[in-house]
């Protein structure tokens, strides 16, 4: 087994659906989905990443002046955005903005996350989308951190590391890494075939046993 961190150093929808990161399998339909998933970022973003922060948990009701006012404290502000609804305009409840100094950029991650900003506690980290090598988004069942109530719940991120796995140092761990789902759908097919085997040699066992009942019962005839 890999050196162990309980933050992704790349992702793997496999592994950021399991609380230590040693799924062998996925155990949601979400966790599928996004193995499944061919993700490219979006090209049309423009910025320096690596001088980007990601804002979460933004009250809807949060304006783009608010948040520049609360983050231009940590340093100047080259760029902010604050992701709406392309129909309806409203906010998603989430942003980006870029630093013009990595100095500003580490300033905000370490002090604005979990600061209440009206009436909702924010939730700050780094750009992940063109940062983390794999990186799958939410919706296509990917994303770290979430909500228990989401039932869709991400480890390996600054919200929720993975937990030390209790057999760490007992030997290797399984590990599909990116092999996707067809992994698992061929590791199924293997054990129905075992199954469909071992019923088929049940029947013949049957079948004879019946066969030698029926010459007794007419021998004693």
Known sequence: MAEWCPIAKEYDPLKAGSIDGTDVEPHDRAVWRAMSARYKPNKGVVGDPLLTIFVARLNPQTSEEKLHQIFSKYGDIKRLRLVRDIVTGFSKGYGFIEYKEERSLTRARRDANKLVVDQHE????????????????RRLGGGLGGKKESGQLRFGGRDRPFRKPINLGAGPVQDWGRAGPSAWQDRNRHSTRDVDRGSRENRAYRDRDRDREDRRYRDRR
């Open 122 to 137: 924010l939730f700050v980290d780094f750009e992940q989308e063109r940062t983390l090598k794999g990186w799958i988004p």
